[in-house]
């Protein structure tokens, strides 16, 4: 058996995917808790359901549904992410050293993204907590359109600027934008307000750890960030229900 404090390497290159996560899963079950994966081109589904403890190095470009249904592991990414990163995430963290495709976060429910980068289209889209649960997702640059789509609870920060379209559907949780937006931005429904001193704390504690992971010197000064957030619990009663 492997020692769990031992790093086990594994090199990917034009292996197919299948064959790569029988692989980790392997070596988890027996014992090894430490892996980096080399010459990663674009393998799906790397870090599924993966439990706490795990830690995955990847150095490339892991493919789409990275971290799905995550339970506490830990994955750092010395590249870029594709689609679908955290899809459903249970627990764990990510960090990813480069930009992100769509959908980063897609009905997360707990857990942490850190993208040093811009992010695509969607990302946070249904994300959702249930009391201590609640996923965040730490965003470095720009955001496509979409952002916060039919969130229904956790955290998003975004240091960049929203696409189009921001918090369509949105009805839970809340989106810190640095700077602001006009309110004709917003989504119908959403509201814009200023920090509180609990705010700013969750904004230092994490824009603290964003400057740890890649090494940035980002700070933070009160006032530098609004929260979105709905206007109500439930904000579209009125589409569907009769007044």
Known sequence: MTSA??????????????????????LVAAGTLRIRLDEVYGQRYIGCALPRGVELSVYGTPGNDMAAYMDGASIEVFGNGQDQIAN??????????GHS???????????????RDYVGWRVGIHMKQYREK?????????AGAFLGEYMAGGVIILMGTPGRYLGSGMHGGVMYLKGGVEDSALAIGL?????????????????????????TEHSYTPGDFTKVVPASSRPYANMYVSA
């Open 5 to 26: 404090s031992s790093e086990v390497s594994l090199f990917l290159g034009i292996r197919e995917y299948r064959e790569v996560n029988e692989e980790i899963k392997d």
């Open 101 to 115: 495709g769509d959908a980063v976060g897609y009905a997360m429910r707990g857990g942490e993204v850190f993208v």
């Open 134 to 142: 609640c996923p965040v997702i730490v965003i470095g640059g720009d």
């Open 88 to 97: 459903t995430m249970n627990e764990g963290t990510i960090v990813v050293h």
């Open 191 to 215: 509201v814009q307000k200023a920090c509180d001193e609990e705010d700013d704390a969750l904004l230092i504690s994490y824009i603290e750890r964003y400057n740890e992971y890649f090494g």
